[in-house]
């Protein structure tokens, strides 16, 4: 049975908690007139575009694997011999065969996870070694005391093997929002991590400018050989007083799904806003992106008089308005059905639906523009290992869908 509570409104649902309001603190009026930051080049936002520019196309939307539906998806990830791995929030993850045409049950951690709201199972990354060792992570939500949970398990004869967890280190949660989630390993062979800013509205415990917590930060550790994790040694903050050696990067306030482009080895996150601006980051070895001084590429609250020394900008960002609420990042787009895609970061949103794509140089936007209207909250996105992007469908019963020509 799933723990998640029914819901008429996304507003109500959204376990990404952004514009509809934090806990029980009353939500702020979504900000109509504010302007994209745009890296503060001055770039289109997402929100003004409507159609191809300068070369992005426009796409639709292809139903995969009609005849299979999954409960509040949470992720999906390619294994090495075809088949995917379909996280839902509830705690369970269930395994697509390589054909598509059958799903079953990989892994059952329901009894240890507390679903529901922005908690539940958030994330899950594939050891690049799997084929040998059938080891994966995965980071869920557990409670009394309320907390986040970082595990390795192991796999045998093709499914996960439940009483296998090893428990690589806990962070006890003030609050129910702002997890993020993510896992995944980068080219390095590191796992890198997405924490959440520790939840509540504005960042109450000033934990995103705290290099020392964990809270609001991209993490990176060591998880080769099994046992505890160890810090990398040329990770930007070992050995500064006052800091952790974990961190990579921080002033993040909620990130919500990122990755790595394939070719390039970039890491790009989307970062859910407060109330005003939702942003999508360039991420770099001990970069600052500006949380909670600083939401999007405007001062939280809105203007520019902060103190914005040493902080990053986003690559874009767009007003949390006209039914956007939460980004949703995706993945660099690296497939052969779209020829027109090639190259573009693509990414959305949980509540409106829209996709859109941009373009860079340096670190600079050159072109952004939506691709699609998916007509459904986006929980996040899915790349194969042929380069295809697809968006998967946050609600009972939900569908996976492939951008196509």
């Known amino acids: 049975m799933l723990k998640l509570l029914a819901v008429a409104v996304f507003c109500v649902v959204a376990f990404l908690s952004a514009a509809c309001g934090d806990d029980s603190a009353p939500s702020e009026s979504p900000a109509t007139t504010a302007t994209p930051s745009g890296a503060g080049n001055g770039a289109p936002a997402p929100t003004g575009s409507t159609g191809p520019q300068r070369g992005l196309p426009e796409v639709r939307l292809q139903r995969v694997f009609p005849n299979l539906s999954f409960d509040n998806m949470t992720g ?147 998880v080769a050989g099994g046992g505890a994790y160890r810090v990398p040694a040329d990770n930007p903050f070992v050995g500064r007083q006052g800091a952790r050696g974990e961190v990579w990067a921080y002033g993040l306030r909620n990130p919500w799904r990122f990755s790595f482009d394939s070719r390039t080895g970039e890491l790009w996150a989307g970062d859910v806003g407060q109330n005003t601006l939702e942003e999508i980051d360039l991420i770099t070895k001990g970069g600052n992106y500006g949380w909670v001084t600083m939401e999007g590429g405007a001062c939280t609250g809105g203007g520019n008089n902060c103190d914005r020394a040493g902080k990053i900008l986003p690559i874009v960002d767009y007003p949390t308005a006209n039914g956007n609420c939460a980004v949703t990042g995706g993945f660099v787009y690296h497939g052969s059905a779209i020829a027109a895609l090639e190259g573009a970061y693509v990414y959305g949103d949980y509540c409106s639906g829209r996709i859109w794509g941009l373009r860079k140089e340096g670190s600079q936007m050159t072109e952004n523009a939506q691709l699609a209207d998916a007509g459904f909250g986006i929980s996040s996105f899915a790349q194969g290992p042929d380069g295809e992007i697809y968006a998967l469908e946050y609600k009972d019963n939900g569908g996976i869908y492939r951008l196509s020509p």
């Open 76 to 222: 999906m990830y390619p294994l090495p011999d075809g088949r995917w791995l379909v996280t839902e929030q509830a705690g369970r993850v269930q395994v697509v065969n390589a054909q598509g045409t059958q799903a079953s049950l990989f892994l059952d951690i329901d009894p240890k996870v507390n679903s529901g709201g922005e908690e539940g199972l958030l994330g899950l990354a594939i050891a690049p070694d799997f084929a040998t060792s059938g080891v994966f992570y995965v980071h869920y939500s557990a409670a009394n005391p309320r907390r986040s949970v970082f595990a390795r398990y192991s796999s045998n004869a093709g499914v996960g093997v439940p009483g296998s967890e090893q428990i690589l280190f806990q962070l006890e949660d003030a609050f129910s929002n702002h997890n993020g989630g993510q896992l995944a390993f980068g080219p390095d062979g590191y796992l890198y991590i997405a924490m959440g800013d520790g939840g509540s509205r504005l960042d109450p415990n000033g934990n995103g400018q705290n290099l020392g917590t964990l809270f609001g930060k991209i993490l990176r550790i060591d």
